[in-house]
C-alpha cells in the first residue's frame, strides 16, 4: 500500500496487520508515515499479541524523496535491530524502540514533531 498515512484508514490497518498474520517470515520490517505510525502500530499489537513474530514499524521525519531525508538512518536501524531481534510489535525510530501503547507524535516546534512517551 503506497499511501499518504493521513490518509490510513481502519480498513486500511486491518488490511496491513492481515498481510502480516499471514506471512511466513517472522521478521518484517512496515515502512510507514509518521502521522499515525502509533495508531498502526497499536493494531497490530492488539492483533499479534499471542505471536512470535517482530513487527518493527520504521518511519522518517522527512521523507525518503526529500533532500536531507532521514530515511536512510531510520531503516539502517530497524535493520540493525533485526541482527538480534526482541518479538513483539515496536516503532523503530530515532535509535530507539519505542512502545506503540505508549507512544505518540508530537509538535515540538511548528512542522517539527517527535516521538514521545505519554503519561497516564
Not at 47 to 53: G, R
Request: charged share 25%.
Amino acid at each position: 500500500m503506497n499511501k499518504d498515512s493521513r490518509l490510513t484508514t481502519e480498513d486500511d490497518r486491518g488490511d496491513i496487520v492481515h498481510s502480516v498474520l499471514h506471512e511466513k517470515n517472522d521478521f518484517i520490517i512496515v515502512t510507514h508515515g509518521t502521522f499515525t505510525i502509533c495508531q498502526t502500530g497499536r493494531a497490530f499489537k492488539n492483533a499479534l499479541s499471542s505471536s512470535a513474530k517482530t513487527v518493527l514499524l520504521v518511519g522518517a521525519w522527512i521523507p525518503f524523496n526529500e533532500p536531507n531525508s532521514d530515511a536512510e538512518h531510520q531503516m539502517a536501524f530497524a535493520l540493525d535491530i533485526l541482527k538480534s531481534p526482541q518479538v513483539g510489535v515496536f516503532i523503530a525510530m530515532d535509535n530507539r524502540l519505542w512502545d506503540p501503547d505508549t507512544t505518540e507524535k508530537k509538535e515540538i516546534t511548528p512542522d517539527r514533531y517527535q516521538l514521545e512517551i505519554f503519561r497516564f
